[in-house]
């Protein structure tokens, strides 16, 4: 909301169009932070982190489809980095479905890997 705030003319009004240089600008300014938290993860972590970010709501993590699709070590190695991703809050779980927390993490993973 900063974003779209320092974006919108005085006297001018916020519109759907600033959406995109908005989030745009939030993911350069955090570039810094989320190269730093990707080089402090094991590459297992590393790796879920990204798979889950390309499924954007990652369902069956540890089945066979989902661990051959993204390249990934075994089901038990998947479910012991998903465990430490939960706990420093980065993944999200809802149910069965995995999500990165982090809007413009997920973003930015995509946009990188």
């Known amino acids: 909301m900063n974003e779209l705030f320092a974006l919108t003319p005085d006297s ?13 600008n939030v993911i350069l300014a955090q570039e810094g932070s989320y190269r730093d938290l ?10 879920i982190l990204q798979a889950i970010a390309r499924e954007r709501k990652a369902k ?23 465990k430490s991703l939960l706990k420093n809050d980065l993944v999200t779980q809802e149910g069965d479905i995995y999500r990165v927390y982090d809007y413009f993490l997920e973003e930015w993973l995509l946009k990188e890997y």
Do not use: H, W
Request: net charge positive; charged share 15%.
């Open 12 to 24: 001018g009004l916020c519109d759907v169009s600033m959406l995109e240089p908005a989030q745009r």
């Open 38 to 47: 990707l080089s402090r993860l094991a590459s297992r972590q590393k790796l």
């Open 60 to 82: 069956g993590i540890t089945s066979s489809a989902f661990i051959k699709k993204y390249n990934l070590p075994s089901a038990s190695s998947v479910q012991s980095a998903v």
